[in-house]
T-cell receptor, first 114, second 113 residues
């Protein structure tokens, strides 16, 4: 158990819809990262937050947005969903933004868009 | 952007055999890490390397940070069935935002008892 909690574990929805994925980082971790994992693309970095503020952006689509709340949990919002958005979405956390690459991943949220 | 070339894509071995996988890049990395992902789980950090030439072990696992800073390898000795999973290399590029950890596409390991 990494200490990172993600909900929901599975989500099935239709094209055009909007979903919200939730992440609670490990106790004491201030940084939250979101990754997308698909079969052909591997793990793709989407976005990072540190103590409530956006720190880095990766290959995140404009239809996607995220935020980190004062209690440090984070939400990833995916809107106008397309079939190609079907993937595993991972949240990871780390202690600080003195970045070492040592991330603790949650179990992921599997999104299926039909 | 930076890409990591991880090989092999998959391996099928017998229990007790040694395993070697590697990761290469055309650009320099400051950090190399190896993660393992089991079915239904998120990746778990196995080994982190921070200096060129560094050789680090974690039980039966050994990893090295290449001298050129453009590659890393992971060895698993005397494999056992619970070694099954997907092994990812990851690196922190020397150029660009340090938060942008880059992952390889993984090596899927199957161990036959």
């Amino acid at each position: 158990d990494s200490g990172v909690t993600q909900t929901p574990k599975h989500l099935i929805t239709a094209t055009g819809q909007r979903v919200t994925l939730r992440c609670s980082p490990r106790s004491g971790d201030l940084s939250v990262y979101w990754y997308q994992q698909s079969l052909d693309q591997g793990l793709q970095f989407l976005i990072q937050y540190y103590n409530g503020e956006e720190r880095a952006k990766g290959n995140i689509l404009e239809r996607f947005s995220a935020q980190q709340f004062p209690d440090l949990h984070s939400e990833l919002n995916l809107s106008s969903l397309e079939l190609g958005d079907s993937a595993l979405y991972f949240c990871a956390s780390s202690v600080s933004t003195g970045y070492t690459g040592e991330l603790f991943f949650g179990e992921g949220s599997r999104l299926t868009v039909l | 952007g930076q890409q990591l070339n991880q090989s092999p894509q998959s391996m099928f071995i017998q229990e007790g055999e040694d395993v070697s996988m590697n990761c290469t890049s055309s650009s320099i990395f400051n950090t190399w890490l190896w993660y393992k992902q089991e079915p239904g789980e998120g990746p778990v950090l196995l080994i982190a390397l921070y200096k060129a030439g560094e050789l680090t072990s974690n039980g039966r696992l050994t990893a090295q940070f290449g001298i050129t800073r453009k590659d890393s390898f992971l060895n698993i000795s005397a494999s056992i069935p619970s070694d099954v999973g997907i092994y990812f290399c990851a690196g922190q590029p020397a150029q660009g935002g340090s938060e942008k950890l880059v992952f390889g596409k993984g090596t899927k390991l199957t161990v036959n008892p």
